[in-house]
């Protein structure tokens, strides 16, 4: 199973910005879906933004036109870039993977919006 370490998470205030990076212990090259959630206490766990094999991107509507999700083949990472943060976006982010018919998952890294 691929391992995935997230990085890039802490605390920002509210208008600043974040950009969390997601490094996977092999390829991902060949992974059909790449994704972040987020997860806050007594929920469950959201899809953030996607990005398909073809290229197609989705997001949560509650954060289309604020946040970004990159991938770079060369340095097997898959980044969230976050802009004009508000509180409700304070969670425990997870990186996600689906290759070849195989889920994983990273540990998470908090992000916390100050208002």
């Known amino acids: 199973q691929v391992q995935l370490v997230e990085s890039g998470g802490g605390l920002v205030q509210a208008g600043g910005s974040l950009r969390l990076s997601c490094a996977a212990s092999?390829?991902?090259?060949?992974?059909?879906?790449l994704a972040w959630y987020r997860q806050t206490p007594g929920k469950q766990r959201e899809m953030v933004a996607s990005l398909q094999s073809d290229g197609y991107t989705n997001y949560a509507d509650s954060v289309k036109g604020r946040f970004t999700i990159f991938r770079d083949n060369t340095k097997n990472t898959v980044d969230l870039q976050m802009n004009s943060l508000k509180p409700e976006d304070t969670a425990v982010y997870f990186c996600?993977?689906?290759?070849?018919?195989?889920?994983?998952w990273g540990q998470g890294t908090q992000v916390t919006v100050s208002s």
């Open positions: 092999s390829t991902i090259y060949w992974s059909k879906t």
């Open positions: 996600y993977m689906l290759k070849w018919g195989t889920e994983s």
